[in-house]
C-alpha cells in the first residue's frame, strides 16, 4: 500500500545549499533510491545523484540518511515510520560536487600510493599455485564495493581535513592487509601501511565496520591484524632481536 | 575557519550531525559502568585489606606476593619484601590485568568513545581540533599490548589455581563447595573466555602466518581463537562485571558481612 513520504534532501553545490522539503509518493517494498528516483521523475528533474546497479554491488549510491552512512539503494523505507521525516545528504567527507553526489577522488587517489600486488616467481612448469586455506582470509576483503561509505564515517579524515594527506583510511588497510596476507605477494606492506597510509592514526573505533553494506569485518580482520604486524615489526622486542640475531630480511619477518 | 563537516569544502550542512536514533546510549553506559568499576577497583585496591576469606582469595589481589598479605593468603610465597607495610598487594599484581584492558582493542574502542568522545558516536563530530591518532606518546604505548597478553595469560592460570583451591572448607579440607567457589570458577572461566579471544592472542596463535597449509596445527588454533574474537566486547564486559563480583562477594565474607553458602 502506497503513503506519501516526507523527505528532505540536501540540495546545492560548492557555492552553498540547504536541505529542501519534499512529499514524495512511495510503495510498498521500496528503498530510499527508488523515492528519490520518484522525486527526481516527478518534481525535481535536475537532482544529481549517483547511482548504477541498484542492488548493493557497485557502490555508487552511497549518501547519509538520516545522519547515518548508508547505501540509498539498500535503505529499505520499512525500515521508518511511514509519519517519519527521512533526511538525505551527500557523504560530508568529502568535497561536494551537486546535491547528492561528492567528489571521492581522494579515494582514488590514495589507492594509486599502494603498490601493486608482486608475486613470487611461478613454480617450473610457469604456474603459481596457492592453496584455498591461505587465500580464504583475503577473500572477504574481495568483497568490498568501493562505496567509502567506511571512509566517509572514518573520523581520521571526516573531522579532520588536514589528516587526509596522511591518512589512507579504512578501505585502503583492507587492501594492505589483503595483499599483506597473501601468500604470493613479495613485499613488506607493514612498513608502508604504518608510515605512508597512517595506520596509527586509527584508533580502531569500529564506525567503517558499522557502515560496511558488505559486512567485511575491517576493524578486526585487517586493520587490528596489521596493527599486530606492525608490532612485531616495530615494537616487539622479541621479533626485533631475533631478525637482528639471524639477520632475516623484512619479508621473512612474517612468518611464511 | 570551520573544519571536518563544517568544513568550505563539504556540503554545507549547519547541524555537526543529523542522526535521530539515541547513539549517545552506548558511550553513555560504557561512561557510567567504567567509571564505577574505576571507583569501586581504586577503593578496593588501596584499601589492602578484606581480600581473604578461607579459602577464597580475591582476584584483585591474587597473586598475593608481597610481605604485607594477610596469613593464608600467599600460596606463591611472598618474594617482594621491599615494600612498605601500607603498600597495598593488590597494587603490586594489578598493574598487568590493568594494563591489558587499558590496551585491549575492544577497550581502546569504548573508552575512547565514551570519554574521549573521539568519536562518541559513527557520523557524529568528535570535539577536538587536532587529532593524531596513536601515533605519539602516551598513547603509542598501547602497542604494547601483547606483553600484557602474556602477563594476563599467567595470572588466568593463577586464577584458575584459586579457583580449584576453592573446593575446600575454610580449613582448607577438599571435597567442598560453596558459592564463592562458583563465583571464581564462573569469573576464571569468562577471565579465559576473554583472554584468550584477544586480538594479539588471534595474531600469536596464526594471524602472523601468511601460508596456513604449512601450519596446519595453528591454522586450528587461530580459528578456534578467531570464533571467540568474534565475541571479544562480550567477554570483555561479562568478566570486568565477574571480577569485581567475586571480589565484592569475598570482601563481604572477610567483614563477615554475610556468611558463605555452603553447597557440600
Not at chain 1, 608502508?192 to 560496511?212: D, F, H, P, R, Y
Not at chain 2, 575492544?106 to 557520523?123: G, T
Request: glycine letters at 6%; charged letters at 20%; one cysteine or more.
Amino acid at each position: 500500500m502506497g503513503y506519501d513520504l516526507s523527505m528532505r534532501v540536501w540540495r546545492g553545490n560548492e557555492d552553498g545549499g540547504a536541505l529542501q522539503d519534499f512529499t514524495v509518493s512511495v510503495e510498498e517494498g521500496e528503498v530510499v533510491l527508488d523515492a528519490l528516483h520518484r522525486l527526481q521523475a516527478t518534481q525535481a528533474g535536475d537532482l544529481a545523484i549517483r547511482w548504477n546497479c541498484k542492488a548493493g554491488k557497485c557502490g555508487s549510491c552511497s549518501a547519509e540518511i538520516n545522519g547515518r552512512p548508508r547505501l540509498m539503494c539498500m535503505t529499505r523505507l520499512s525500515e521508518y515510520e511511514p509519519s517519519e521525516t527521512i533526511t538525505v545528504t551527500p557523504m560530508r567527507t568529502f568535497p561536494i560536487i551537486k546535491d547528492l553526489v561528492t567528489d571521492v577522488s581522494y579515494n582514488y587517489e590514495k589507492a594509486k600510493e599502494i603498490p601493486a600486488f608482486a608475486p613470487t616467481p611461478p613454480d617450473p612448469d610457469g604456474k603459481h599455485r596457492m592453496m584455498q586455506v591461505d587465500v580464504e582470509r583475503g577473500q572477504e576483503f574481495r568483497k568490498c564495493i568501493e562505496c567509502f561509505l567506511c571512509q566517509d564515517t572514518c573520523h581520521v579524515v571526516r573531522d579532520h581535513e588536514d589528516n587526509k594527506s596522511a591518512f589512507a583510511g579504512p578501505r585502503f588497510f583492507l587492501r594492505y592487509a589483503e595483499l599483506d596476507m597473501h601468500p604470493l605477494d613479495t613485499h613488506d606492506r607493514r612498513q608502508l601501511a604504518q608510515a605512508a597510509a597512517g595506520l596509527s592514526m586509527c584508533n580502531i573505533t569500529k564506525c567503517c565496520t558499522e557502515v560496511c553494506p558488505e559486512h567485511i569485518k575491517i576493524t578486526d580482520n585487517a586493520i587490528i591484524p596489521m596493527k599486530e604486524r606492525v608490532v612485531d615489526r616495530k615494537y616487539d622486542p622479541l621479533v626485533w632481536l631475533g631478525s637482528k640475531i639471524f639477520r632475516r630480511d623484512q619479508r621473512e619477518e612474517v612468518e611464511s | 575557519m570551520a573544519t571536518g563537516v563544517l568544513g568550505p569544502e563539504r556540503a554545507r550542512i549547519d547541524k555537526p550531525t543529523l542522526r535521530q536514533d539515541r547513539w549517545w546510549i552506548y558511550p553513555a553506559v560504557t561512561f557510567i559502568v567504567f567509571t564505577a568499576f574505576v571507583v569501586y577497583s581504586t577503593w578496593r585496591a588501596f584499601s589492602g585489606a578484606n581480600y581473604y576469606a578461607s579459602p577464597y582469595l580475591s582476584p584483585f589481589y591474587s597473586p598475593c606476593l608481597s610481605t604485607a598479605c594477610v596469613p593464608g593468603a600467599s600460596d606463591f610465597g611472598q618474594p617482594i619484601s621491599f615494600l612498605p607495610a601500607w603498600f597495598s598487594p593488590a597494587l603490586v599484581i594489578l598493574v598487568f590485568p590493568l594494563g591489558f584492558r587499558l590496551t585491549c582493542y575492544y577497550y581502546r574502542k569504548a573508552y575512547y568513545r565514551a570519554f574521549w568522545l573521539s568519536p562518541a558516536a559513527c557520523a557524529v563530530p568528535e570535539p577536538h581540533k587536532k587529532y593524531t591518532g596513536e601515533r605519539r606518546f602516551p598513547l603509542i604505548l598501547q602497542n604494547i599490548h601483547r606483553w600484557f597478553f602474556y602477563a594476563a595469560f599467567l595470572i588466568a592460570i593463577i586464577l584458575s589455581y584459586d579457583a580449584v583451591i576453592a573446593f575446600r572448607d575454610e580449613n582448607h579440607e577438599w571435597g567442598h563447595m560453596g558459592l564463592g567457589t562458583l563465583i571464581l570458577l564462573v569469573n576464571v572461566v569468562l577471565i579465559w573466555l576473554y583472554t584468550l579471544s584477544c586480538h594479539s592472542c588471534r595474531h600469536i596463535t596464526g594471524g602472523r602466518l601468511r601460508n596456513f597449509s604449512k601450519h596446519p596445527l595453528r591454522y586450528r588454533f587461530w580459528t578456534f581463537v578467531s570464533k571467540l574474537n568474534g565475541h571479544h566486547a562480550r567477554f570483555a564486559w561479562a568478566s570486568l562485571i565477574s571480577v569485581a563480583l567475586a571480589d565484592f562477594y569475598i570482601y563481604l565474607l572477610a567483614t563477615n558481612t554475610i556468611s558463605d553458602v555452603r553447597f557440600f
